[in-house]
């Protein structure tokens, strides 16, 4: 069984994987899944009122649970796939477990499993491997060292990279959340070129 097979299967049994992303290596669940992600939480030792992002395999997934408007486009259009996570009005009635009630934070990563992952299953609300607080491990074995738990581990090797830039989109102009690998002059620069 491949790797994609043996993340789709676990996934869709409400288990969380342990993943290789453009970034860092994160634990993910289905985005449905209110239950897994609470066990994600749990693992993580993270607080549930914090919320994570989700990935998508495209921007036409996302627009069918934020509402991008322009600025939003134009940033996806821009930085996807790649390290930028976009916070948005929500526009799925609640189906994404992840999130707030009103905003949800979407990201294209420039990782074609991942991309495959999604595009099979559906939105995957990911976290980076690390409990709360604690450094990422840029190995795969470091991290399901941590998360001993999880069945599912696939190393993509090395992941040397930061946390995904986060801008809110919730008022139409871009808000930067987090410094990340996309800069705010950039996204000024998309934005503007873009509306």
Known sequence: MSDLDRVVAALRAGRV?????????????????????????ALKQRPVDASVAVLVADSAQAARHVDLGAAGRALAERFWPGALTIVANRIDDGVVAAGTDSTLGVRCPDDAFVRS???????????????????????????????????????GGPRK????????????????LREGPVSAADITAAVNAGT
């Open 161 to 176: 990279g930061s946390a995904s830039t986060v801008v809110s989109i919730v008022d139409g102009a871009p808000v930067l």
């Open 117 to 155: 992952v999604a595009a099979l299953v559906g939105p995957v609300a990911a976290s980076s491997a690390n409990l709360h607080g604690e450094p990422t491990p840029e190995l795969c074995a470091d991290a399901a060292r941590i998360f001993d738990t999880v069945e599912i581990a696939v190393d």
């Open 17 to 41: 994987v342990l993943l290789p992303t453009d970034t860092v290596y994160g634990l993910a669940v289905m985005a449905t899944d209110g239950a897994a992600l609470a066990a994600l939480f």
